[in-house]
């Protein structure tokens, strides 16, 4: 599944930050977006906040304007060369999101955007674990990624995008349900907050105090 498309997005950060412009245009443009997962949230200077799967720093530079203790976290060392360019402010670390190079409850704040949908089923489930043990108690875990949409005029637009760029494991995270999962590892997860035709969720669970 995917096409050539997919390693070109990777490859040129020019068509990444195209299509995710073009993606975010279903709720109201990519600003709006990449601050889905902070609304509501209780943020200062000082909050320790952790970037998961940063990429190229596209919600690092958002997190940086809240907090002045901003990680960055990414597998792929092109990605971290390119965030510590966009974002040079944050702290980055080249690290597997599954085995965390972090203390215990070492964050207030874990944030990703639009990747767990790249991880299988158990390598997502490690992950959560691992995010669950960095966080402090009464830290928050906020996500946005995929969801089945809810309104079905969502669906064509959504399959067309999977089939381009996604491979199947986008498809399998639209069958999964993220929250009864969370609450499996220990969270404390509020109902989900959908966009787009509920082709978006954004979650923010809660290790307890």
Not at 10 to 34: H, K, M, N, P, V
Not at 182 to 194: R, S, Y
Request: include cysteine; hydrophobic fraction near 40%.
């Amino acid at each position: 599944m995917a096409t050539i498309l997919r390693e070109w997005s990777y490859r040129y950060q020019w068509l990444y930050d195209g299509i995710s412009r073009l993606a975010a245009l279903s709720i109201g443009g990519e600003t709006r977006f990449r601050q889905l997962a902070l609304q509501g949230l209780t943020i200062n200077s000082q909050t320790q906040i952790l970037d998961l799967c940063c990429g190229s720093g596209q919600a690092t530079q958002f997190l940086v304007k809240s907090s002045q203790n901003v990680t960055g976290l990414d597998a792929s060392p092109l990605s971290l060369n390119r965030a510590r360019q966009n974002v040079p402010s944050a702290v980055y670390v080249e690290a597997f999101a599954e085995n965390m190079p972090f203390t215990d409850g070492e964050f207030d704040v874990v944030h990703t955007s639009v990747a767990l949908h790249e991880m299988e089923s158990e390598q997502l489930r490690n992950i959560l674990r691992e995010v669950y043990r960095v966080l402090k108690p009464g830290g928050i875990f906020t996500l946005v990624d995929f969801h089945a949409p809810t309104n079905p005029l969502f669906w064509p637009g959504l399959s067309l995008f999977l089939l381009l760029f996604e491979t199947e494991t986008a498809w399998q995270l639209l069958k999964t349900d993220l929250p009864s999962l969370l609450a499996e590892i220990g969270f404390t997860v509020p109902e989900p907050k959908l966009y787009a035709g509920g082709s978006l969720q954004v979650i923010q669970a809660q290790k307890p105090s």
